[in-house]
């Protein structure tokens, strides 16, 4: 049997720990940021992610969305990662709204040839507001991605303050 403690919060409880036998949940809080190379291939792309994730401890389940730079979208190696990852949709971001974006590894080569110093990384972040970088941009031939955690995980977690000034934060006491 799970622990649990009551919240005082009309019957919310806390678990204290999974249930043996419980697939793992992961909410898709993630974005994917992914630039890829007209000779890119899908496999490439696939395995790049594959292995960043498993890197990072992150699950694919917990990716929201990708999102790359403008005219990408339709990119073979862009579609199979989206399809792998369960469909999920594929912002596009224009070149001078992902300029925009302060990231830590700009390219001056992809800033050359795109008018934005950064895909990946860029459109991670611009899909993500609010959010924060995860995993800094990766490379492999063709293909470069990089992974921000939306808003929903990139702030820490506070206490909810009292109701009011004189009322404790838990009314029926310690919810031990």
Do not use: C, F
């Not at 697939?23 to 395995?47: D, F």
């Not at 339709?74 to 070149?95: I, K, N, S, T, Y």
């Not at 709204?97 to 008018?115: D, K, M, R, T």
């Not at 009011?164 to 934060?169: K, L, Q, R, W």
């Amino acid at each position: 049997m799970v622990g649990s403690r009551g919240l005082g919060y009309g019957g919310v409880r806390r678990m204290s720990g999974p249930v043996a036998g419980d697939p793992p949940v992961h909410p898709r809080t993630l974005v994917v940021g992914i630039g890829a190379s007209s000779a890119a291939e899908s496999a490439e792309a696939v395995q790049l992610l594959t292995d960043v994730l498993r890197e990072a401890g992150l699950a694919p389940h917990a990716v929201a969305r990708l999102a790359t730079v403008a005219g990408k979208a339709d990119h073979p190696a862009v579609r199979r990662v989206a399809h792998w990852l369960g469909g999920v949709p594929v912002d596009e971001h224009p070149g001078r709204e992902l300029a925009a974006v302060p990231v830590p590894n700009p390219s001056a080569a992809v800033g050359a040839a795109l008018g934005t110093a950064s895909v990946a990384e860029a459109a991670a972040l611009a899909s993500a507001p609010g959010g924060r970088l995860l995993v800094a941009k990766r490379k492999s031939a063709m293909v470069t991605v990089a992974v921000a955690a939306t808003a929903a995980i990139a702030r820490p977690l506070s206490p909810a303050p009292p109701l009011s000034p004189t009322e404790p934060a838990h009314p029926q006491g310690d919810p031990a």
